[in-house]
């Protein structure tokens, strides 16, 4: 009887410590995995700032980070790739790490910005980049205001304006990549004291 008590004791005692050496060896596998990954890592461009499409960068508009990408690295973009005069082919989020494909040495748009002052309040999550559609209130004969009507579908915001001390209490004004075509409908619009109002849309530059 105690001779089987004893091999029971024993038993457990090697199954302990053949657990114990396992977890040690898993743990030092990490550890060395972990060294290989930090000595793999490669220097990227990160967008210090949402950067709109068709934006002229350089370097000051990133900052390096270090990562980890492995195979998936070499699409984007490292410090000594940034050409001089390239221009972002879409909207960058600040934060956002650069693909080689959003960039181009030559604007590839076509699109021109207007300016817009938009009767409705903006949303603070609003920065270049996000996308808003463009909304018409127009004024009738009579002055009087008719039905609302959407003129534009998905601008992109280039810029907003910040307001002077001067006109602090004055809309809010926007710069916006529209279709060159709907240039003309937007001035009509503004020059015929019709109200535009800018209807902000999700996307993932917000």
Do not use: C
């Not at 999550?125 to 534009?152: H, N, R």
């Amino acid at each position: 009887m105690k001779s089987t008590r004893a091999r029971k004791t024993s038993n457990h005692k090697i199954k302990l410590l053949a657990a114990a050496v396992a977890f040690a060896l898993m743990a030092y596998g990490a550890i060395i995995w972990s060294q290989q990954a930090a000595g793999n890592a490669q220097q990227y461009l990160v967008a210090i700032k949402g950067l709109p499409a068709g934006a002229q960068v350089s370097s000051e508009d990133f900052t390096v980070v270090e990562y980890q990408l492995g195979s998936t690295g070499e699409h984007y973009l490292a410090p000594d790739q940034l050409s001089h005069g390239s221009y972002t082919l879409g909207p960058i989020r600040a934060g956002q790490l650069v693909a080689k494909s959003y960039l181009a040495n030559a604007v590839i748009d076509a699109r021109v910005p207007v300016v817009v002052t938009s009767a409705m309040g903006l949303p603070e999550s609003m920065q270049p980049g996000s996308s808003a559609d463009i909304w018409v209130t127009p004024q009738l004969a009579d002055k009087s205001f008719g039905e609302p009507y959407l003129l534009v579908l998905a601008a992109e915001v280039a810029r907003l304006a910040e307001p002077s001390a001067v006109f602090a209490d004055a809309p809010p004004e926007v710069e916006l990549w529209v279709p060159a075509d709907a240039v003309p409908a937007v001035l009509k619009a503004q020059s015929g004291g019709s109200e535009l109002s800018l209807v902000m849309r999700a996307t993932f530059a917000d």
